[in-house]
C-alpha cells in the first residue's frame, strides 16, 4: 500500500510557475508509471504528464514546453514543474503511480491562474 501527498499548489498569476510535489510512503523506484492530472469544475479529469519506465515522459498538447515532470528516486517524490501558467490551467492537480499492477492517487492540490 502506498500514500501520496501532492502540495505546492495555490495562487498564481499568468505567466507565473508553480511546482507540484507527490511525496510517496514507499519506495517508487519500481514503479510502472507515474504521472499528473487535472481536473476543472464541470469538466473531466485529464492527463496531463506521464512518465513510463525508463523515465520515458509525455505530455497533452496543451502543456507541452510549459510542463516538465520528473522524480527523485531518493525522496520518494515525483514533481510537475509548472511554467507559464494560464488562467486555464486553473484545476485541481492529482497525482497517480502505478505499482505492482496496483494504482494509487494522492488527495489533490488546487491551482488557481488568476489575476
Known amino acids: 500500500q502506498v500514500q501520496l501527498v501532492e502540495s505546492g499548489g495555490g495562487l498564481v498569476q499568468p505567466g507565473g510557475s508553480l511546482r507540484l510535489s507527490c511525496a510517496a510512503s514507499g519506495s517508487i523506484f519500481r514503479a510502472n508509471a507515474m504521472g499528473w492530472y487535472r481536473q476543472a469544475p464541470g469538466k473531466e479529469r485529464e492527463s496531463v504528464a506521464w512518465?513510463?519506465?525508463?523515465?520515458?515522459?509525455g505530455y497533452t498538447d496543451s502543456v507541452k514546453g510549459r510542463f516538465t515532470i520528473s522524480r527523485d528516486n531518493g525522496k520518494n517524490t515525483v514533481y510537475l514543474q509548472m511554467n507559464s501558467l494560464k488562467p486555464e490551467d486553473t484545476a485541481a492537480y492529482y497525482c497517480?503511480?502505478?505499482?505492482?499492477?496496483?494504482?494509487?492517487w494522492g488527495q489533490g492540490t488546487q491551482v488557481t491562474v488568476s489575476s
Open positions: 512518465m513510463l519506465s525508463g523515465d520515458k515522459t
Open positions: 497517480r503511480v502505478t505499482l505492482e499492477g496496483s494504482d494509487y
